[in-house]
């Protein structure tokens, strides 16, 4: 199962998941409307009119108005909670009491974190999420949250951050991950708002019960009259019922919840033995949870809440395994480690380190310290020869568009290797400036600088200057050097490290940025590929955390509608990956065999698909259906590798291409599927 | 019919207790994030006053062989940075504590003060200025410097968006409710003064070289 199937199987589940819970409520009215109508019924029975009481079952006015109720209490609260949730994966962490992780953090257990999770992100190329301790949860757990690639956060416990191992840890973070790759987490959200919706009507029962009970009680107290009892009485009578009416609800809501999120639980710990390719990291973290007395409890008071977000049970083992929201954690391991015996007294535990201990990641660092002599060296020692050959001629073989498609949203060991090599490559300025958001304005500024020491660079430094001031310019010019030296194919990931600290930006600050980021790009009066790329990535990233009003993006289901979109993402494919007009037809028309079957194409000269033009064409089909996405992506992937080689432009280019609609394309995906 | 009346008064106002239970519960958890997003903002500036803190002793050694009649400047310099860099650990520890802020502002701005004398000082000895690891350490302390600048503007953005949220009118009842208190900004006037006094020397630097070469 791939990327595009796995979301579009995400999809689905919500749509089931919000038909189910339309049964629920529909259930839950009607069990509100005879619970009031049986009251009225025999409240009117007391005073004597038996005719009301029978009719009241079947009176339409009091259905409809039972009904309605129900229906607009679960769906205010359920809609009150969605908004409160909208600001994404950030407002979940604080809702579970996550303190941010600074990405220049020197704690080295938070160090290691960062450093596992950066290495993911960049095989992924996701952006380097917002990363949240719970302090004081000495229970391993984790969770992921947050509506789009852009929003999310992955949260963890402090005991998951430093009782586990390296490769423990990676394990929990590729969980993560694949949570986030696969849109499991906007589900999530949603289930969230759906069970608030029933447990606010709960607690509407619980006030009636608590009006019902104190006024009759106080009457009876004040006289020995009994007829106004009869009201308050039944008042007390329907809140009590509707507190088990809504307790039924929130018991089908949890099962409904249990039941999608189980098996998103097995699916995301296949993904991640499909990113990590170490089945014993996963399987060791689940182990210490079984062994560790707090195992994966969570203390905050929201946990159940979110119950289903997390990586292990959060709440205490529940009587029914079908209320459980994760597998059983045997079971989970035995998937892993078919021979594991049950017994988790043999796990070991490292010592626990204390904030102030030894750092782990000193000797990696200066590992990197020392100058290596060429990047191509550093990363051949990690790489498959194949990826070497990329380094060496700027080109590579080119499997099948298929296989590129295949690679989206699922990153292997080989990228997470990659990752780390390079990450372990980058200079050390270079790593400190992407984890400094001062640092990491200058970084991009510096990515964007022209190379040449002439007049474009002055004017360039001179905008910087201009919008932020002298040091964000002396800045710029020192890392000029140190970025000219990295590896082309480094430069896109770095950028995805600096996105991380530049959600730190203040709103003002980051339309400074984006101004300067323009005026950089259009400094030497046109934009080339490296520029787009770049802008569009760190842009596309940014803006959601600091524009609060999601652009609506009209929804498609066929690609007929936009062939003239089509028309201009293969051209201008087309004019970037040929420099002769043949070499241009033949990419053309690799590409147009793709999409022959869903639009109707037509060549456009290179006026007229410039990246202007490109860039308006993917707005558009950033909204179409997940499946046609994968045939979008294989069709540039085809264009762009028609001579059957890809350059490293063309690979970015296709990386910016695909990540405008949305799916992460791992780096070098296209070298390793020739692998 | 009497009671049907009655029953649909009620439901109104159990539905309107309900919408303002919702809405007190949707104020508190707004302020609760703003909260937590301008306490997220200064781990930044933290991280980078640290490093000033560890900056200034070196430059202190460095200076003391230069200046040995400035003794009780220097000593101020250290004192300053000592209970900044106090103040600095408890402010990280909770930064939610107005008055740990309070405190954190005002020794940095104390700080900034002996800087500031101690850079103006240091204008009266050119071996020092034209020592190799002074003007590196000053170009250090420069950019740290204007580090923090740059994040407490971010900071400072979000305690505005976090006190602007706490003081609107039907909020600030529920603020008060669960005690909310405003939160401090980070301005301190001395810390401008550093940085200018820095900038000041290289500028005079530049003018005294090319004061030289005519």
Avoid at chain 1, 211 to 230: A, C, D, T, V
């Amino acid at each position: 199962m791939d990327f595009f199937e796995r979301q579009q199987q995400a999809k689905k589940k919500t749509g089931y998941l919000v038909f189910l819970f339309g049964v629920a409520v529909l259930l839950i009215s009607l069990l509100n409307h005879l619970l009031v109508a049986t009251v009225l019924g025999a409240s009117g029975a007391t005073e004597g009119d038996m005719e009301f009481g029978t009719s009241a079952y079947t009176d339409p006015e009091l259905a409809g108005l039972v009904f309605m109720g129900t229906f607009v209490v679960i769906g205010i609260a359920g809609l009150f909670r969605r908004m409160q949730l909208s600001g994404g994966g950030s407002s979940v962490a604080a809702m579970m009491g996550g303190r941010l992780v600074n990405m220049a953090t020197t704690d080295p257990d938070e160090r290691k974190l960062m450093n596992v999770v950066e290495e993911m992100a960049i095989a992924s190329s996701v952006p380097v999420p917002e990363v949240y301790v719970m302090d004081g949860e000495a229970g391993i757990n984790a969770f992921a949250a947050g509506y789009t690639l852009d929003d999310a956060v992955i949260g963890v416990t402090d005991g998951c951050m430093r009782r586990l191992s390296r490769d423990e840890l990676q394990g929990v973070i590729a969980h993560e991950f694949s949570h986030i790759l696969n849109q499991d987490m906007k589900l999530n959200l949603r289930l969230v708002a759906v069970i608030y919706g029933l447990i606010a009507l709960a607690v509407i029962g619980r006030v009636l019960l608590q009006i019902g009970f104190y006024s009759s009680h106080g009457r009876s107290r004040r006289s020995s009259e009994n007829g106004g009892g009869g009201g308050a009485l039944a008042i007390g009578v329907v809140g009590l019922g509707l507190m088990a009416t809504s307790g039924l609800g929130i018991l089908m809501g949890n099962l409904i919840k249990s039941a999608v999120s189980r098996q998103r639980e097995y699916l995301a710990d296949s993904s991640a033995v499909q990113y990590t390719r170490n089945p014993e990291g996963l399987a060791g973290a689940l182990k210490k949870i079984g062994a560790m007395a707090t195992g994966s409890r969570l203390l905050t008071p929201h946990a159940e809440e979110a119950s289903h977000m997390f990586f292990g049970n959060g709440m205490r083992e529940s009587w029914f395994s079908f209320t459980a929201t994760h597998p059983p954690l045997l079971d989970r391991i035995l998937l892993l480690e078919p021979s594991f015996d049950g017994d988790f007294s043999e796990v070991k535990f490292e010592e626990r380190r204390s904030p102030t201990a030894k750092p782990d990641s000193k000797a990696q660092r200066t590992q990197s310290g020392i100058p290596i002599p060429g990047m191509g060296d550093a990363l051949g020692q990690a790489l498959p020869p194949v990826i070497m050959g990329l380094a060496a001629a700027g080109q590579v073989q080119v499997g099948s568009a298929a296989a590129v498609a295949d690679s989206v949203g699922n990153p292997t060991r080989q990228h997470i290797d990659f990752a780390a090599a390079l990450l372990r490559s980058l200079p050390e300025a270079v790593r400190a400036a992407a984890h400094d958001t001062h640092d990491a304005c200058a970084l991009v500024f510096a990515l964007l600088l022209d190379p040449k020491d002439g007049p474009v660079q002055k004017k360039q430094l001179g905008q910087v200057n201009g919008l932020f001031g002298e040091q964000m310019a002396k800045a710029t010019l020192k890392l000029r050097s140190e970025v000219a030296s990295l590896d082309p194919r480094a430069k896109l990931p770095v950028a995805d490290l600096a996105v991380g600290s530049l959600r730190q930006l203040s709103p003002e600050q980051f339309a400074h940025f984006k101004l300067a980021m323009d005026g950089l790009a259009k400094a030497d009066e046109q934009i080339d590929l490296f520029e787009f790329s770049l802008s569009k990535l760190v842009l596309r990233h940014l803006e959601p955390h600091f524009v609060k009003r999601r652009k609506k993006t009209a929804r498609y289901y066929s690609l007929k509608k936009l062939s003239h979109e089509c028309s201009v993402l293969i051209s201008s494919l087309a004019c970037t990956a040929g420099s002769s007009a043949e070499a241009i037809q033949t990419a053309y028309d690799a590409g147009a065999a793709h999409l022959a079957a869903a639009t109707r194409l037509t060549q456009l000269p290179a006026a007229e698909c410039g990246l202007q033009e490109l860039d308006r064409a993917l707005g558009k089909l950033a909204g179409v259906a997940i499946n046609l996405k994968r045939q979008l992506i294989e069709a540039a992937a085809a264009t762009v590798s028609a001579d059957g080689y890809l350059q490293i432009q063309e690979a970015e280019l296709l990386r910016a291409v695909s990540d405008s609609l949305g799916c992460p394309m791992p780096p070098l995906a296209i070298a390793l599927a020739a692998a | 019919m009497t009671l049907n009346i009655g029953v649909i008064i009620l439901a109104g106002l159990v539905g309107l207790a309900v919408i303002i239970g919702l809405w007190v519960m949707g104020v508190y958890n707004g302020l609760i994030r703003k909260r937590n997003a301008k306490d997220n903002n200064y781990s930044q500036i933290g991280i980078q006053l640290t490093r000033k803190y560890d900056l200034i002793p070196n430059l202190v050694k460095l200076v003391k062989g230069y200046m040995k009649h400035e003794r009780t400047t220097l000593e101020e310099v250290i004192q300053a940075r000592n209970m900044a860099a106090n103040a600095n650990a408890a402010v990280s520890a909770n930064p939610s504590d107005p008055e740990a802020m309070k405190q954190m502002v005002a020794a940095e701005g104390t700080l900034g003060g002996v800087m500031g004398r101690l850079f103006a000082l240091s204008e009266a000895y050119p071996d020092l200025k034209a020592n190799q690891n002074m003007m590196q350490l000053t170009e250090e302390l420069t950019s740290t410097e204007n580090k923090v600048t740059f994040a407490r503007q971010a900071f400072n953005d979000s305690v505005m968006g976090y006190n602007n949220a706490l003081q609107v009118f039907p909020a600030n009842m529920v603020a008060g409710m669960f005690g909310f208190v405003e939160a401090i900004f980070f301005e301190v006037e001395g810390l401008g003064d550093v940085g200018k006094a820095v900038v000041t020397d290289d500028q005079k630097k530049d003018l005294d070289i090319s004061f030289d070469d005519m």
